[in-house]
Structure formats: C-alpha cells, structure tokens
C-alpha cells in the first residue's frame, strides 16, 4: 500500500498530498518534488504525434533507498504520483496500475463537481475517503 | 586514489596531464596569472604529425592519483612546470634544488619538466638552458607559451616514443604485468607462466597502449588497440582492466563523435575552426589505413591474428553503444571496492555524454547509481563537492527540481554540525542558487497573479533557511528581507502557530537592524527587492475621502464629503474577484491647501493576534504634502477595518494619490497602488486649490442628530434641533467663527426648507445679515454672531379623523347630526386662527416637524480670487407642537332651529397665556395649562 499519494496540477503545483507517517512530510514533498523531473522527462520523451494512444500510467519513475516513486498521467497533464515503501514486494505492477485507475476516476469525479474550481487544492472528502483506502493504516 | 575529479569527461582521456606548481614563495595571484597564460596552451598541434596534442593542467595533483596513471594514462603526470621567483643568484641553488625535489614528487611518470624562474638577473639567467626560463618579472614573460608550446612538444616526442616502444615490443612472452595499486600484492607468487597470465599482461598492455595512442591523437589506433583489449580481457575475466579498456573505447568514440567536447563550458575546447570538420575526415581515412595495413597491428606481436577478427566497421561504437558500453565498464568498475573513485567518475563522464545526446532518463539512472558509489569516508569538504557535482550534473540534463534538491543538500552539508566552522555564507550562496529548481522568485511581484501556486511545504523550508542562513551569516537585513517575504507570500499555508513564530522573529531581527525599502544588491549581483509585508494583504479595498473645499459651480450640488470606494486584490473572497475592475476613480472634489485632508482605506488583519501598523502614512507625488503618520492597531482576523490617513497639502496644484507607507514588525515598506493586484489606477489625482477660511460655526440651542431626511449627515456640519409651540418664535444665535487662517471677506446665507406636506405660514427663518456683514473681513480667530428668528406658523387642522370624532361626539350628544355645511363652517374658522389646533382626545401629542437647512457660503484669501468658496450648512429642526388642543365638541341648541351652539373645551398645553380670537372677535384668555368653555 502507498505511503504518499500525490496530485500535481499541469503547472506542476501540488492539488493535494497525504502521507502516512505524518511527521516526516516534508520528505516525501521533496520526494515528490524531485519526482516531476522523471515525469516530465517521460512525458516529453513521447512524441506529441503518440499522445493520443500514450498510456497514462509512467511506471516506476526511480527508485530511492527506501521507497519506490510511481507516476501517471491524465490526459490533461496532471500527474498522480505514488510512493510505496521498497520494502513492500508483494506490490505488483499491476496492483499499483489499479490504483491508479482507482485514484484518477475519483479525481474525474472531483472535477465534475460543478463547485470546484480547477486548479483549487482538492478538498473533496470522498476523495480524501479513496486515498484513505489505498495508504497504509497507520498501526 | 580517494579523491575523485569530479570534473573529468571523456576527453580527458586524449590529454596529457601537466602539473604547474610553484616553487618556493610564489604570490598566489602572481602565479595564477601565469598559471593562465600556460593553460591557454591546452592543445597543440604536432609540427610535421598533422596531429594534436591536448593538454590538461593542473595546479594541484595528488601524488596517490598519480599511480593509477597505468591504469589509465590520463591519469599520469608526465610534464611539470614549476613557476619560482628567484631574487639574487645566491638563492638559485636552493631553487633549483627544490625544483628538483618538486620533480621527485612525481619523478616516476614524469616525461619532461620545466622550470619558469622571475626576478633573477645576471649570469645565471644569461645561461642557455632548455628546461629553466628566466624572466624579469611576472609582467614581462612575452614567450611563456611559445615555451609552453616547445615543451608540450617534447612530451610528445616521450610519449610518441613510448607508444611505438610499447606497440613493437618484440619482447613477446617478457610484458610486464601492469596493475593498479590495490592490486599489487595480489600478484604475489602468481605462477608468470601461466596462459592465463600471459593473456592478462597482453591485455592490460594493449589497453595501455590504447590509452597512449588515445594521447598522441591516434583515434583510430586507439580504437584498434582497446578492442582487442576488450577481447582479450574477456577471455581472462580481468573486469577492473575489462572496464577501463571498455571505457577507453567509449572516450574514443566520444571524441570522434562529438568533437565539440562534452563538459560542456567548464573545459570547453578551444574553437578551433578547421579541427571538428578535419577531425572526421583526417581519422576517417586514417582507420581506413591501419585497417588496410595491418603490419601497423602484428608488428606489435602481442597477438596478430586477434586484431583482424574484430569488427573492423565497428572500429567506432555507435551513439547507443556507447552508453552500453558504459554501462558494462561502470558494472565491471562496480565489482571492486577501491575503484569507487573510477567508477563515480565515468558515471559522471557517461551522464555528460547522455546530456549531449539528450537522454535524461538514462542518464538520471547513471546519476542514480553515483548517488549510491560509496566512497568510505569522505571529509566535509568532500561531501559538499560531491553533491554540488551531482546537482549540477542533474541540471545539465534538465532535472532542475533533482538538482535544487542536491543542491540544498550540499548547502546543508556546508553547516553541518560536524565542521568546526560551518560556512554559512557559502551554505547561503548554495541556497539562492536552488530557488529555481523550487521555483521560487525572491521577487515578490511575481507572486501577485492571484493566489499563490507551488510547493508551499517545500518553499517554506527553503525560505527559512534562506532566513536563518543569512542571520547566521551576520547580515540580519537580509533575514529580514527574506523574512518578511515569507510572511508575504506563503501566508496562506502558515498555520496559526507559524505566523506568530515567524512574526515574533521577524520582531526580533527589525529591534536590530530595521527593515528598508532599499534593493539589497546580493555579492553575486542577484537583486532583493523589498519584499512587502503583511500590510500589503491587508488592504482590501482603499476609499478615498476629502473634506472638500468648493466648487466654483455653485449649481452642482455637492457633498461636504465624498466617499469612493474601490475594492483592490482581493484575496481570500471569490466574490470580490469581479469587483476588481471598478478600480477607477473619478475625483469630484478638491483638497484645499493647508487644510487636512483625509484618505480612508479599508484593511484587513489576517493575522490571528492583534497587529500594530506604525508609522502609516500617504505616499503622494505633485504638490507639497505633509503626510501625518498614523498608528493603528488592528484586532485579530478582523473584517474590513477603515484607517483614515491624514495628510496637508502645502501647495496649491494637483496631486497624486500613489499609495501609503507602513511599517509593522519593524519593517517599513512603501506601498504603491499600481503594484497591487487587480488595481488598475496606478494613483488618484486630487486638485488642491489655493487656501480658503475655515468657519466654524455654534449656535445656541443644543445639537442634534436628526438630520434632514433627503440629506445624508455628510451634507451637514451640524444640525440643531428646537421644540415649540405653533406660532412661537425662538432666536437662534449662530456664532461663526474664523478658525482657518485666511481671512473671511465675504459670506453669504440662504436657507431652504425642507418640503414637507405641512403648509407653513409666514417666514419660516428671518435674519438680520448686515449686521454681521459689517463686521467683515473676519480676521482668524474672530467671530461673528447673527440672530436667526426661527418661526413656526402651521396648519394643524383639517384631519379627517379628527373631524370624525368630532361627528361622532356630536351626534351622541344632542342626536342632532351636524350637517356638511356646518363642517365646512368649521374647517375656515380653524383656519383663520393664528393659534388653532384640533386635536382630538386621543391625540394630545400630535407633534410636526419643520426642517430647514442654512447655507452659509464663506470664501476668502487666496481661493476667492479663483472663484472658490466654502458651504457649510446648519440643519434646523423643530418640533411643532399644538399649541392649543380642543379636547371637546359638543352642541347644544339655540334659539333659533337653524342654529345651535358650539361648545369647544379648548384646553392650553403651553405654558403661557393665550388669547384665542374667534370670527365674532371675542376675546378669551386662557392661562396656562387651563381648560375652559
């Protein structure tokens, strides 16, 4: 299970970003941070002819000592990044990809809220409630 | 070997190494002049070889690195140039003694020295001598680099020499094993007769002489040579060498693929026009020959017969292999502990090559690997270097977010609490240089484009150790500075607890050195501007308010005081977002000179404690102005709170409005409207007119509050306020007096009432003017009193229900109806009464109220000659109150059936006697609060 979950505007600005052990935050901003490099790389290194059939989902974007970073990419160039601890190898690719899916058809819903307006921090509790779901619980 | 060179790129492995050291008491800028002119020289050109010599230099070389120089030639130091100054020729032995102990050093790899001797004079320097030069002194050494050029030439001769020894060695079975200084003691008793052996010493030899030709700019050879080396350390698993040949024919093909050099414009080479496009043609045609020749390889001896079975199209490795060589030489490199030093830096050779061939991802996953290279223990020092390596490594292939991070990182390291002496001011400087990665503008203008985008928790941080960095370093302004745009700009994400944190410091900071409104000018040239304090969040919305002096239109009715509001960023209310546009204004009225004027302006406190503004003033430009600073406190989390601002213009003329100037926490700041968000004026312009009198006006009955009702408070000074009976006369006496500072020479009064339903007989206000005309021109500080005769004559009869309670009282009575006629016998005789009132029982306190107001039109002094004058205006109010009530009607028969008798109870409510006259001229006095028939 993830330990941050994170939402980056187009602009690269953070809509939203929880972490599970609270008191280091400011790590995995940094973490988080640092990460957009390696997306926008990727991003950049597909043509803008294949950005029609691109697949969202980026894949491991680096992996540090203790965890590893995840990204994904909407269509509209906001990108979800999650980190899960290195430690965790039962996570499989393909359980991260379903978390993404998870995470980008809740985030459709918070834009379809007709009060939120784009480019806000996300304060949408049944979105708080999805990521909730897929961090670690805290023991 | 422990230090790496972080520096190093795949060229390097082309040049020669020269070290240039001085000698004895050398002053250090002295020598890094010549130091300069020596290492212009950094490639030359072979006389009759058509080839190039590169050239690195170095003023500083670990001997211990110089012993991997078999490892990898570049590495060697074959040239020295000591740089001494020698005063008299009685030191020259003692120079030329150290000068050889400088050769020791490194005495084993050396080619050839040569030692640049300034300031001696006489018969030694007369001497001819091929490895020493005497110059003068430091300034007149004209043919340092033809020297340098001779010199570089005879280590080529060495190294020329060298290869072609080393290339035809004859000796076959007798190659010296060549290995690397962890190596050494390996080898002990290692059987020297073994295939195995044998295959290993060819290998490493030819991967020596792959590394020579490299140097003596025979790519191709080069090329040759490392291939086969590959081969052959293959076979024996020799990885450490494996990794260096394979590197080897990776910098071989850098070079040939990229001429221009791949560190970029730290080492850039010098432009050498016909060099790039000869570089292909000439190497070209020259792979072509040894290929085509290959007495050129079995003359060598080594093994003949491999050289041919090497792909000879693939002399050269393509782009992609390249990298995947370097990988398999990192990967090999990686097997050995003590090669950590090699390894890190062909990562940080690779990662430059991947930078030019623009392929971050590949080369973050080599920096990647770099990060984990452990080196065992590194000093500070060391730790600083290696990160900043990396952070700019990191930026070079556009990872700028990655690079502010291991930027910041080295900025810590440079405090660590580990150094005796943390540098905060290079921890600083490291600082400044992440705020792109984050980025962070230090300029607070561009963080005015609504609400503030980014990476707040990590800006934060950045900020306050940008904050404690610069105190630490002794310069509190600039924590001020940096402090202060903190609270500026991430005010949103700190939390309660943060801002009293963070105002409490910056409290702190400003008790020692205040906080400006200069641009501090960093050494590096970066410019601070003053960063605006909370202030600046706290103005909502500004109106503007005057008291106004007159219009020379006198038509235009005007206000004694205009009020314009105009709602400025707004930050925190959505809503107020669309007002930001009626930020125009049009100014309807002037300041007068020498009178104050006001200026009011809404602000709003985010902070959760009460603040204190000081020193709050206007900032105008145009005439003379004396701003009077205000100081405030404002509560916390208060909604829109007005602050007037007070000010006198000294001159006449226009005057612009442009903004207000502060000063909370300590921190003064200047406030300009058109740097404020959504504000499209960038000033409001006021005329001043010349000065005008000032009155000031008292009457003697007491002060009101009701005003008026078409009129707002704003139109009148003052209102007073009198109740009387119908048909009383009060005087009002209104003393003005001359409370400005010009005289008053002309003054004019008209009144107006005030519509109302009622109908009012006779004059309403009377006054006598000519008496207090005479007494003109007042003087300042004189006054003038006028009698105003305030008399109320109304109607308070004719009310129908009054009428009707007398219908109805009639009737019970007598049972006689009164009929129409007689009603309307009734109503004129009301009328006609001077004092007459019909009041009903249930209406006692029926009171009317009269309004007026009185214009008194003043002008004098400079402003009369324009035409100005002043309004100030008196509210009269009264109260009306019947004088007379008949609280009953009753009839009672008459003689005659076509009369009958009114009986009227006319009660007195006032508190003198009165006559009441009827039509038949009867006379009736009542007294006072008497009732009678």
């Given at each position: 299970m993830a330990v941050c979950i994170a939402v980056i505007a187009k602009e690269n600005y953070p809509l939203y ?34 950005a029609d059939q691109r697949e969202l989902y980026l894949g491991l974007l680096y992996p540090t000592e203790d ?73 | ?456 928790a990590v800006q934060m941080r950045l900020l306050h150790e940008l904050v404690y960095a610069s105190r630490r ?461």
């Open positions: 970003i929880r972490s599970v052990p609270t008191q280091n935050e400011l790590k995995f901003h940094y973490t988080v941070h640092t990460s957009l490099d390696v997306v926008e790389e990727k991003i950049s290194a597909v043509g803008k002819a294949m965890y590893k970073v995840y990204g994904y990419v909407t269509n509209s160039k906001v990108k979800f990044v999650i980190v899960v601890d290195s430690s965790n190898t039962s996570l499989r690719d393909n359980e991260i990809r379903s978390m993404f899916r998870k995470l980008h058809n809740s985030f459709t819903d918070v834009m379809c809220n007709p009060f939120y307006n784009p480019g806000d921090p996300i304060q949408s509790k049944a979105f708080d409630g999805i990521v909730s779901g897929m961090m670690v619980q805290p023991s | 070997m422990s230090v790496p060179d972080y520096m190093q790129c795949a060229e390097d492995h082309q040049t020669v190494l020269v070290v240039v050291q001085p000698v004895g008491i050398v002053p250090e800028d002295q020598f890094f002049k010549i130091y300069k002119r020596i290492a212009s020289v950094s490639q030359v050109s072979i006389r009759d070889s058509q080839r190039l010599l590169y050239i690195r230099y170095r003023h500083h070389y670990l001997p211990e690195n110089n012993e991997w120089g078999d490892f990898q030639t570049h590495r060697k130091v074959v040239g020295l140039i000591a740089v001494t100054t020698c005063g008299s020729s009685k030191e020259w032995p003692q120079t030329s003694e150290r000068f050889h102990g400088q050769k020791e050093v490194y005495g084993s790899t050396l080619y050839d020295s040569r030692l640049l001797v300034f300031g001696l004079q006489g018969e030694i320097a007369e001497q001819q001598r091929t490895d020493v030069a005497f110059y003068l002194n430091f300034d007149e050494c004209p043919d340092v680099e033809k020297r340098v050029e001779d010199f570089v030439e005879s280590i080529f001769i060495v190294l020329e020499s060298k290869r072609l020894d080393r290339a035809t060695d004859k000796s076959g079975d007798k190659i010296p094993l060549l290995c690397v200084p962890f190596e050494k003691k390996d080898f002990v008793g290692l059987d020297t007769d073994s295939r195995h052996y044998k295959k290993r010493c060819q290998g490493r030899m030819r991967k020596h002489v792959g590394d020579l030709c490299l140097q003596a700019g025979m790519l191709q050879d080069a090329l040759v040579h490392y291939h086969m080396a590959v081969e052959l350390l293959r076979g024996v698993n020799d990885f450490l060498w494996l990794g260096a040949a394979l590197e080897g024919l990776c910098s071989a093909s850098v070079i040939f693929h990229y001429p221009g050099g791949t560190a970029g414009k730290t080492a850039g080479r010098k432009p050498n026009i016909s060099q790039p496009a000869d570089a292909g043609k000439r190497h070209r045609p020259g792979a072509q020959e040894v290929l085509i020749d290959p007495g050129a390889l079995t003359s060598n001896g080594i093994s003949a017969d491999t050289s041919t079975e090497i792909g000879r199209a693939k002399n050269c490795l393509s782009p992609e292999d390249i990298i995947e060589k370097y990988k398999e030489a990192i990967s090999y490199y990686g097997k050995y502990k003590n090669a950590g030093v090699i390894e890190l830096e062909a990562c940080v050779k690779a990662v430059r090559v991947l930078a030019i061939q623009k392929r971050a991802m590949e080369a973050s996953e080599f920096l990647q690997n770099a990060v984990y290279i452990n080196l065992g223990q590194l000093s500070e020092e060391e730790k600083i270097q290696r990160y900043s390596i990396l952070s700019e490594l990191y930026d070079l292939i556009g990872f700028h977010r990655k690079s502010a991070f291991f930027k910041r990182v080295a900025a810590m390291q440079c405090v660590a609490p580990t150094i005796p002496e943390p540098g905060w001011r290079a921890c600083y400087k490291l600082l400044l240089e992440t705020l792109p990665g984050y980025s962070l503008s230090l300029d607070p203008k561009d963080f005015n484009k609504g609400t503030h985008r980014g990476w707040a370093m002794g310069n509190p302004g600039l924590s001020v500075r940096h402090l202060s745009f903190l609270l500026q700009t991430m005010l949103d994400f700190l939390s309660d607890q943060e801002k009293k944190e963070v105002t409490q410091s910056l409290e702190n900071y400003t008790s020692k050195c205040p906080g400006g409104m200069e641009v501090i000018t960093l050494p590096d040239g970066l410019k601070l501007p003053p960063a605006w304090t909370t202030c600046d969040r706290l103005l909502l919305s500004l109106c503007f308010m005057s008291t106004i002096a007159a219009q020379p239109n006198p038509d235009i009715y005007h206000y004694d005081k205009i009020v314009f509001f105009f709602f400025l960023g707004l930050f925190y209310l959505n809503f107020f977002k669309l007002m930001c546009w009626c930020a125009y204004l049009f100014l309807d009225f002037q300041w007068v000179q020498g009178d104050v004027c006001e200026v009011q302006l809404m602000v709003y406190n985010p902070m959760p404690y009460e603040l204190r503004v000081e020193n709050m003033g206007l900032l105008t430009s145009g005439v003379e102005f004396e701003s009077l600073p205000a100081a405030l406190s404002l509560p916390a989390e208060s909604g829109l709170y007005p602050v007037t601002l007070v000010g006198v213009p000294r001159t006449a003329g226009n005057i612009t409005v442009n903004g207000y100037h502060t000063s909370v926490f300590g921190v003064t700041s200047d406030c300009l409207l058109e740097s404020l968000p959504g504000v499209k004026t960038g000033g409001c312009l006021v005329e001043v007119i010349p000065s005008l009198p000032r009155l000031q006006l008292s009457t003697s009955l007491p002060r009101s509050a009701h005003t008026p009702q078409p009129m707002s408070k704003e139109e009148l000074s003052s209102t007073v306020s009198v109740q009387l009976f119908n048909g009383e006369t009060q005087q009002l006496t209104i003393t003005l007096e001359n409370i400005g500072t010009e005289d008053i020479e002309t003054l004019e009064l008209t009144s107006k009432t005030v519509t109302t339903k009622e109908k009012v007989f006779g004059e309403f206000l009377s006054w006598e003017l000519e008496e207090a005309l005479s007494h003109l021109p007042l003087k300042p500080g004189q006054s003038v009193t006028l009698t105003v005769n305030i008399k109320v004559k109304l109607d308070f009869s004719g009310q129908e229900n009054l009428l009707q309670d007398l219908n109805d009282d009639g009737i019970s009575v007598t049972g006689l109806p009164i009929s129409s006629p007689l009603r309307q016998v009734l109503k004129p005789r009301a009328e006609t009464k001077p004092v007459s009132s019909e009041s009903g029982k249930a209406e006692y306190n029926h009171i009317k109220t009269l309004e007026a107001v009185l214009n008194f039109k003043y002008s004098g002094g400079a402003g009369k000659v324009e035409g100005y004058y002043r309004d100030l205006s008196l509210g009269v109010h009264v109260d009306v109150e019947p004088s007379v009530f008949f609280t009953r009607v009753s009839t009672l028969p008459a003689t005659s059936t076509r009369q009958c008798h009114l009986l009227l109870d006319i009660f007195n409510s006032t508190e003198h006697e009165l006559t009441v006259n009827a039509k038949n001229n009867q006379d009736l006095v009542l007294h006072a609060s008497e009732c009678q028939r």
